[in-house]
Nanobody
Framework: LRFSAGVGGGLVQPGGSLRLSCAAS????????IGWFRQAPGKEREGVSC????????YVPDPVKGRFTISRDNAKKTVYLEMNSLKPEDTGVYYC??????????????????????????WGKGTQVTVSS
């Protein structure tokens, strides 16, 4: 098991906040970029944030910019996703993932959108986030 199941998902009203976390084990967490992805029913998986191995740089696609913040604690081998001002379109299953070589692997190349995370080395189990009144 490389990642624990994501923690912190649930049902929240529009405008609300959630904080997701994902704990890693069994690999050198501090050597990997980490990303968060989501997938809504019938839609392609979409990256929502990623962060370099040291935490020095991060990327947030335009659809969630200003609302989502990624962070990591290498000592705890844990990555976090702070989500504010949640909208119904943020609903989906959220996954964490690790990539050994490309820190911006959550990005869809040559766009300001999230990518699918293809090529990631490890994936966590998803956690459901539902934004609804």
């Amino acid at each position: 098991l490389r990642f624990s199941a994501g923690v912190g998902g649930g049902l929240v009203q529009p405008g609300g906040s959630l904080r997701l976390s994902c704990a890693a084990s069994g690999f050198s967490f501090e050597d990997y970029a980490i990303g968060w992805f989501r997938q809504a029913p019938g839609k392609e998986r979409e990256g929502v944030s990623c962060i370099s191995s040291t935490g020095g740089v991060s990327y947030v696609p335009d659809p969630v910019k200003g609302r989502f913040t990624i962070s990591r604690d290498n000592a705890k081998k844990t990555v976090y996703l702070e989500m504010n001002s949640l909208k119904p379109e943020d609903t989906g299953v959220y996954y964490c993932a690790a990539h050994r070589r490309l820190w911006s692997f959550c990005r869809k190349p040559r766009t300001v959108l999230g990518g699918t995370g293809a090529g990631a080395d490890y994936w966590g189990k998803g956690t459901q986030v539902t934004v609804s009144s």
